[in-house]
């Protein structure tokens, strides 16, 4: 026989009038939901030992204290006992209600008529049959309606009806409304529901942590105040504006992506464009595993791409990873790494880069290919089989098979992570003296990760880690003797993770701005990546954003990173000052440019918490505004005019735009041309009259807000 269903009714606690014993349960199930409660809002979907510990206290009471003894036990329907038809009837219905059940089926199964149990039923439920049975099939249809995406007619036949139409009548019957409005109305009520439990959470989350830590701990405005001479000044590198990651090779011939590159070129005037993936099977060099007959046709059409755009190519030589799509850890990269490569031998490999020089130089000629840079890679422990591809031998016969045929050119490497690369450079840059094979330049990646266990990788959320990494990357050379060869950050962003919500919001061209700050002066290049979402499209990118790490959407609106670098862009040539929030900038004539930015550090619910386009702010340590005084002295008297421009929640945001249409609405090429006209920065314009030399600005700066003020004469 089938097992018996349990009671839908097994423990009450409603009864608070019944003796001391439950009053004392009462006292103590709300002592521990509170602990519960505690510990959602500190640890979030992680239960530690204290959560465990409340959960198993909370369930020890209602047994012991609230469990309903089994003569005592109720169900729903009136008067429907268990072991009775009736009861097995409705058990059958709850297991097969997406089945055609039937009465006169029913029937034949108990060996009675169909209207003696037509009768039964009636009598135990109340209700007809078929109402119940309805009832049931509309009770999961509407879980289906309110919870899934489901359409109404696949919801429909899941249910076990026969027809929308059917559907539709039985509904409307039950519950007053037609399937598609209650699901309209329920969506609109989740979603008020939603909003209420957020405001909620950060409220109870304001007053837990002034309970915690104090009055203190209220929101309050941070400030900060500099002084600046513009009468002093130097030259510096805008290392943040040569260089910008493309994708892989076969992705410039996309011609998305190629909009998307002119696009940046034209923004932000970018020299180089950096790519790997040159030995992809997709790109056909290969015939087989041998080095004749070499196809370079392909590598031929994405090299003219770049040069007819006055771009120059930055090529990554070495067989990387083809894309990083998911989560924080390198594992989750899809690779592709379909190449014979990975057998070659030094000396094969030296011979390969000896075919591949010989044919660039015949194909472009030696005075444009000596203007390009040559990367040799290091893969890492989460590269898999290509972690021990790469010797000191490779990348021996790599420099010099390039060096031989165009000895101008700059041929460096090896992508190095510094966490994995720690204490061998000096082993390396002894191999490479002598061999006569020292880089031209050392390039590192500047993603926030640090080793783990086997090939994982953890996610480092300190606002400074890209400044630290540089400083011991530094005294790295120092230490090995190459402190005058010059270092390049090859690729570097918050996150290698293309399905990161935080690469979407005004956050991340904060961390831009401040990132580069900090940068300038300690490095000679920095290679952002990526240069639009659209390297990173994949079967789930159906949506307008998704969390890419690109400059842009894939559909080619400008992202907060893409004002945050045309921003940066309109620094002058020359470095008055900088400080932890700001830069400070002129030109020969005069012109004063500062970029400012308010970036906040996260807290430990980041990793701890499912992060949603709608609880971003939760994960920062504070949402307070900031008040940036700065003092501008040895100004010209005379009469300023002062152009701001920012970005913010409210200018510029595409994510908090998008918000406003619902994210999960379609959208349509229309709407997408309106997104890309409106997701512009807020620009304000004010004048100053300087008499005493200095010019004094002040300015309120939102969270993770960024921007930049121009001063003219």
Known sequence: PPPR??????????????????????????????????????NGSRMGILEYQAYLRILNCLITIFLVPEDERRVLVKDVQPNSRAYEVMRLVQENFSEQITLAGLAKQFYVSEAHLSRELKRSLGISFREYLNRVRCEHAETDLSRTSKSIARIALDNGFSSIAMFDKTFVDIYGATPSAYRKNTKKQMEANLERRRALEEKTAAELKTVIFGEAAKARTAASHASADVSHFEPYEKIWSKVINIGNALDLLNPKIQAHVRHVKNALGIQMARFWGVWDKDMMIFPHDGLDGLNFSKLDDCLHFLLSNDIRPFIQVGPIATKSIGAEVYSSVVHKFDTPVIKFSADKWGILIDELMRHLVSRFGEREVKRW???????????????????????????????????????????FFRHEHAGKLGASAAFWKARGAVPDFLSYSGFPYASAEQYLLDWVTSRDFLSENIRNIKAEMCESGLADIPLYITSWNVTMSNRNLFNDTVFKGAYIIKNVIDAIGNVDLLTYFVASDAYSEYYDSQRLLYGGCGLMSKDGIAKPAMHAFAFLDKLCDNLVAKGGNYIITRDAEGQVVIAYHNMKAFNYLLGRREVTYNNLNIFFEDTEPLHLVIGLTHMPAGEYKLRRRSVHAKSGSLLDEWLRYGDNAEIWQEEIRCLAGIVTPRTTIKKNTVTDGTLKLGLTVKANEFGIIEVFR
Not at 15 to 31: P, V
Not at 382 to 400: G, V
């Open 5 to 42: 269903a349990p009671s839908v009714c097994d423990l009450n606690s409603a009864d608070s009038g019944a003796g001391g014993k439950k009053l004392a349960g009462f006292s103590t199930l709300r002592r521990y939901v509170n602990v519960m409660l505690y510990g959602y809002l500190e």
């Open 373 to 415: 840079r040559f990367e040799m890679w290091s893969p890492g422990p989460w590269d898999l089989d290509w972690y021990h591809w790469y010797t000191e031998e490779h990348f021996a016969a790599f420099f010099h098979s390039i060096k031989r045929h165009v000895p101008a050119a700059k041929v460096g490497g090896c992508e």
